[in-house]
């Protein structure tokens, strides 16, 4: 069964950092792309960071970027995202989400959560003094 597994939200103060982990099971990360999707309260699911497959490319919603990164460690089946200078407006439920199809404009690559086909439950990030 495909499964995907998040961990490593929490409480944390403005300023500071996170890693979040995705570990998948009875299925290799690098086959697909893969992304980091998050919801708060009130709004709708967005894009955070995605990876393509082996080529390693990569995309950060114009909010994160140079705070977070996402990463993939093949050996462990494992994708990250390193959230650094946490902000408030960061707090949200943060999903994995593997599937097969990625957007495509002029030279900018991205995924969306209508391009995913399997999800884990989530982990909570909250930003907070």
């Known amino acids: 069964q495909l499964q995907l597994v998040e961990s490593g939200g929490g409480l944390v103060q403005p300023g500071g950092s996170l890693r979040l982990s995705c570990a998948a099971s009875?299925?290799?990360?690098?086959?697909?792309?893969i992304g980091w999707f998050r919801q708060a309260p009130g709004k709708e699911r967005e894009a955070v960071s995605c990876?393509?497959?082996?080529?390693?490319?990569?995309y950060y919603v114009d909010s994160v970027k140079g705070r977070f990164t996402i990463s993939r460690d093949n050996a462990k089946n494992t994708v990250y995202l390193q959230m650094n200078s946490l902000k408030p407006e960061d707090t949200a439920v943060y999903y994995c989400?593997?599937?097969?199809?990625?957007?495509?404009?002029?030279?900018?690559?991205?995924?969306?959560?209508?391009?995913?086909?399997?999800w884990g439950k989530g982990t909570l990030v909250t930003v907070s003094s």
């Open positions: 989400a593997t599937g097969d199809r990625a957007y495509y404009k002029g030279n900018v690559w991205w995924c969306e959560a209508d391009g995913m086909d399997n």
């Open positions: 009875a299925f290799f990360l690098d086959s697909y792309v």
């Open positions: 990876m393509g497959r082996n080529d390693g490319v990569t």
